[in-house]
């Protein structure tokens, strides 16, 4: 962490900004226990903001704000165990969102620090749930893509050779981490023809309520720009199905559309 004397020879938006980054770090690495959080660093931190003569009031009071919540927890953390961190990780939060507020700073996906969580046990894994892109252009859908495939168990995901790269910063911030989790390959639409249960999802299709969806099977998912190819639906011999859409505009971003069949598919 930055020694809070450098931190105070920064000035103006540079300081707040620095400072986000400083919080966000925190708020990577203390998740597992009260305990691991700095506190009377971070109350150093706050007091710093708070009676700066630069500060505006707008600062002054999120960082009053912060130092009330770390004063409750320093009074009341003794004996805490790993499922009390979280009063402590969302005043951290408001506090950060406050700053970038102040210096100007409009949050991004990749702003939000994604806590690990634990699985609701409510479902099990299934086998057999691959998902095929093609030609999906954009870093953000293809993380996203991948971050909703890794939540609900998917096998692997495989990508045309268009497909953006998993590996670009924008796919890497959207996936929140799960490219590293989930088998991933690139291969060409001919590939289609030695899966089993390959099937589209695309207008024309049967309504996703009414549609059996195979185990083990491949759902294929077109560009955000010119949907499915024919010489990728010839590959389709378990069908298509579509998300009925009642709205004018009746159109879904790609990933939202792939969230949405990928859970009724897993449901």
Known sequence: MMDLAHLLNLH???RVRKTVLILERIEHESTESIHAFPLLY????AVMLKESPESPDSLVQAAGSFLQAIDREQLSSEGRDNSDTRSMLRALNQFRHALMRISGQTPADWDFVNAPRSSSGFAQRKAGMRVYLEDVRSPFNIGSIFRTAEALGFEEIILSPECADP???????????TIERMAWRRAPVSSLAEMEGVFAL??????LGEYTFP??????????ELGISSDALQYCTAGRVEIPLVGAKASLNVATAFGIAAFAWFS
């Open 215 to 224: 185990l083990p099977g491949v759902m294929v998912l077109g560009s955000e």
């Open 202 to 207: 695309e207008v024309g299709g049967s309504a």
């Open 12 to 14: 103006g938006r540079a």
């Open 42 to 45: 971070l109350r150093e931190l």
């Open 167 to 177: 590996m670009h910063p924008r796919a890497r911030r959207s996936a929140m981490g």
